[in-house]
């Protein structure tokens, strides 16, 4: 077992050579401190599944902040301690961030937690590996490999989340733990989607009206970054149908907008070629669910969930929009351009995607490239002084291009001339 963990742990393509380098410069200096140190988490669960991991969630059993400050010692960076709960973020040297592509690292303690309250954030204190993995969510997160000296490699398995990962279950480790953090709801059906498996009959069984009540307590910050992950995820739609089906959105709140499986389908999407933009997955996420719902859902929304403020802006331009696509149907490129150009582009091909409408595409095609050739220095050349004329002048140019009224620059010298007059 613990040879093909070490195999796992040496394959170049789920763990990079380089980020291999950096676990084992880590792996060197918890040894020299004879500190335990551990990967946990995502990083075991994916690696034992034979995924690439991502997160380096590095623990140790001692003090990170200590540990931390003989890394940047040894190795370069900038530590920003947390005090309070002994956890540190290392800034990477460059040569380390520029090979593993990642700015920082975080390093922590490992600890205990115990929720004074249901739904309370935890009250933590340094403890051993083994209370470390008791505290978390799921069996199948609640491992650690071991890295330091010759325990590399080894597996701590407390709860058999290895035999879960085989059996495709996910099972919380006791019975209030939704109760503790019903933000694990999200996160059971996050996993369970994201690799085909299943929630084990009696964690299922604990996702009921009692967490429900508990859930929402929560803050709207806490549950929107729940809901941006799922957003951030490939099968966002089947995690959102799942909690829905489970009853998760409608005891939240009854005006939660519907789940529209067409509109949703789209996030997945890919641009056509000719579109110039990328645009963000988990602001798309949101713009597609809350297509079909009126200003006033999507405002009290915003409130609930502690929408940012790019988000709030995003959805409450795309209800407009929504509401703007008829009486503006008859509009001429200018008009439309002048328009849409005060809503952000993601909303507009978010709005394109969903309905269509050929004048969305070609503001964001061309529409919105397309300016006057003269400029302000022009008309001063022109003898026209600054000011508001400059305001009207200018887009009366830019409109002419765009109707189709000019066709070259002596064109729009011919119009500018007659503007000017
Ligand atoms: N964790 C937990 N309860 C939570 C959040 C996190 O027990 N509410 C623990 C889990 O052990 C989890 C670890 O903290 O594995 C790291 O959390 P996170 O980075 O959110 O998850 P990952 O396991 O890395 O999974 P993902 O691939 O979704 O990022």
């Known amino acids: 077992m613990q040879k093909d963990l070490i195999r796992l742990m040496r394959d170049p393509n789920l763990i990079p050579p380089e980020k291999q380098t950096l676990l084992s410069s880590i792996a060197g200096q918890a040894a020299s401190m004879n500190m335990p140190c551990y990967l946990v988490g995502g990083f075991v669960r994916d690696i034992l599944l034979g995924k690439p991991v991502n997160d380096l969630d ?8 200590q540990f931390g400050e003989s890394l940047v010692k040894k190795y370069g960076g900038k530590l920003t301690p947390h005090t ?7 800034h990477l040297p460059l040569t380390f961030a520029q090979s593993v592509q990642s700015a920082s690292l975080d390093l922590i303690t490992t600890r205990n937690e115990t929720y004074l309250s249901p739904g309370a954030l935890p009250t933590i204190k340094p403890s051993t590996i083994g209370d470390d993995l008791l505290r978390r969510d799921f069996t199948i997160n609640a491992m650690a490999v071991r890295l330091d000296g010759e325990h590399f490699g080894e597996l701590l398995d407390p709860l058999n989340g290895q035999a879960d990962l085989e059996k495709k279950i996910i099972r919380i480790l006791h019975p209030r733990s939704f109760m503790d953090d019903p933000t694990r709801i999200f996160r059971a059906i996050r996993y369970e989607q994201r690799y085909g ?3 084990d009959p009696s964690t299922l069984h604990l996702i009921n009206s009692e967490c429900f009540a508990v859930l ?6 806490r549950i929107r970054h729940e809901i941006d992950l799922i957003f951030a995820e490939e099968n966002s739609l089947k995690m959102l149908l799942r ?18 499986e067409k509109y949703l389908a789209l996030q997945n999407s890919i641009p056509p070629a000719e579109f110039p933009i990328s645009v963000d997955r988990v602001l798309l996420g949101y713009l597609l669910w809350l ?7 999507v405002n009290a929304l915003s409130k609930r969930l502690d929408f940012t403020s790019d988000l709030s802006n995003a959805t409450l331009a795309a209800a407009q929009l929504k509401n703007d696509l008829i009486p503006c ?7 439309w351009t002048f328009h849409l150009e005060k809503i952000p582009l993601s909303v507009i091909y978010a709005l394109w995607l969903i309905t269509n409408e050929p004048a969305l595409k070609e503001f964001i095609v061309k529409w919105r490239h397309v300016k006057a050739k003269s400029t302000g220095d022009d008309l001063k050349a022109r003898g026209l002084p600054p000011g508001p004329r400059f305001g009207e002048i200018l887009p009366q140019l830019r409109a002419a291009w765009l109707d ?15 503007l000017i007059r």
């Open 58 to 65: 590095i623990i140790v059993e001692g003090d990170a902040i």
């Open 84 to 90: 309070k709960f002994r956890t540190a973020i290392w």
């Open 197 to 199: 498996f299943f929630l």
């Open 216 to 221: 929402n307590t929560l803050s709207g910050q």
């Open 243 to 260: 909690l829905s089906d489970l009853g998760v959105f409608n005891r939240f709140d009854p005006n939660m907008p519907k789940i529209n």
């Open 291 to 297: 297509f079909d719902s009126p200003v006033e859902i």
């Open 329 to 335: 149907k008859d509009f001429k490129p200018s008009a």
């Open 404 to 418: 189709g009224k000019v066709h070259s620059f002596e064109d729009e010298l011919k119009l500018l001339e007659t």
